[in-house]
């Protein structure tokens, strides 16, 4: 199984822009699908963006749809989210995923195989 540990959370002015980074160790990471997903207080747990292994599927939320890009790196094993102009409702615990599944299902699986930690992310008005 694979392990992700997330970084680059942070606090940021409305507007500004932030870059979340996801790495991963253990298992090979090219068999994984990757996802974000992020969780403000007293909210349910959001999808934000999931890519496929070779990064030729790419599926965003709706909420963050044009602000966000989601990115991979195999040689690096690492993910990555960019998020530009921010908004307060961004505010969140961010977290990556991974599950061996395509990308697509990444949004509705109610259980994919990993989670990071999570990082925060706070928006300032």
């Known amino acids: 199984q694979v392990q992700l540990v997330e970084s680059g959370g942070g606090l940021v002015q409305a507007g500004g822009s932030l870059r979340l980074s996801c790495s991963a160790s253990g298992r090979t990471f090219t068999n994984y699908a990757m996802g974000w997903f992020r969780q403000a207080p007293g909210k349910e747990r959001e999808f934000v963006a999931s890519?496929?292994?070779?990064?030729?599927?790419?599926y965003y939320g709706p909420s963050v749809k044009g602000r966000f890009a989601i990115s991979r790196d195999n040689a690096k094993n690492a993910v990555y989210l960019q998020m530009n102009r921010l908004e307060p409702e961004d505010t969140a615990v961010y977290y990556c995923a991974a599950d061996p599944g395509p990308a697509s299902t990444l949004a509705t699986n109610k259980h994919l195989e990993v989670w990071g930690q999570g990082t925060l992310v706070t928006v300032s008005s």
């Open positions: 890519i496929s292994w070779s990064a030729g599927k790419i």
